[in-house]
T-cell receptor, first 113, second 111 residues
Framework: DGGITQSPKYLFRKEGQNVTLSCEQN?????MYWYRQDPGQGLRLIYY???????QKGDIAEGYSVSREKKESFPLTVTSAQKNPTAFYLC????????????FGQGTRLTVV | SQQGEEDPQALSIQEGENATMNCSYK?????LQWYRQNSGRGLVHLIL?????REKHSGRLRVTLDTSKKSSSLLITASRAADTASYFC???????????FGDGTTLTVKP
């Protein structure tokens, strides 16, 4: 099955800890994205990558870090510098930047305890 | 960044009725996409309309685009309870390299 997979589905983190969210796609897409969604709100762009070994900050990158060492993988690390990390995190991929739809994973719900 | 703003924030209708959602944006675009999100799930792409198109259809969906007014609308005809979801628009300007999403319209279709 082709698709985009996020894991885990639920994640709990203690305050002060870093945590890494996984995003893998086997669609051979160049572009990948990370979004954050808070309850009742839309998606806010954290980071995006248009090609392997390159990524750009989105609108709310502070407290987050990413890497893009492989085309199929775009992990997101939520660092202890992120003051309010509890949220729903969505990863997406797209075959191109222009005129292409984005394919979304099923999300990871992160809760800080 | 280019952000779409959906209106209304919430819409409640009876099954069989039509549902219309609107999207406004501020700068010029190359295309605009509509997505659907069921509660607690990822987004699913519905339709893409390019800046040189005025209307597009896909099944029970009809999307219009008015670039002079910087607005788009999504019409769902003969709605079903299964259409209950949040709907987001995503305008894209290629110079920006990315599009962002508004807060969406939450549609509730009552059986």
């Amino acid at each position: 099955d082709g698709g985009i997979t996020q894991s885990p589905k639920y994640l709990f983190r203690k305050e002060g800890q870093n945590v890494t969210l996984s995003c893998e796609q086997n669609l051979n897409h160049d572009a990948m994205y990370w979004y954050r969604q808070d309850p009742g709100q839309g998606l806010r762009l954290i980071y995006y990558s248009q090609i392997v070994n390159d990524f750009q900050k989105g609108d709310i990158a502070e407290g987050y870090s990413v890497s893009r060492e492989k085309k199929e993988s775009f992990p997101l690390t939520v660092t202890s510098a992120q003051k309010n990390p509890t949220a729903f995190y969505l990863c997406a991929s797209s075959p191109c930047i222009v005129d292409c739809e984005a394919f979304f994973g099923q999300g990871t719900r992160l809760t800080v305890v | 960044s280019q952000q779409g703003e959906e209106d209304p924030q919430a819409l409640s209708i009876q099954e069989g009725e039509n549902a219309t959602m609107n999207c406004s944006y501020k700068t010029s675009i190359n295309n605009l996409q509509w997505y659907r999100q069921n509660s607690g799930r990822g987004l699913v792409h519905l339709i893409l309309i390019r800046s040189n198109e005025r209307e597009k259809h896909s099944g029970r969906l009809r999307v219009t685009l008015d670039t002079s007014k910087k607005s788009s609308s999504l019409l769902i005809t003969a709605s079903r309870a299964a259409d209950t979801a949040s709907y987001f628009c995503a305008p894209l300007n290629t110079n920006a390299g990315k599009s962002t999403f508004g807060d969406g319209t939450t549609l509730t279709v009552k059986p």
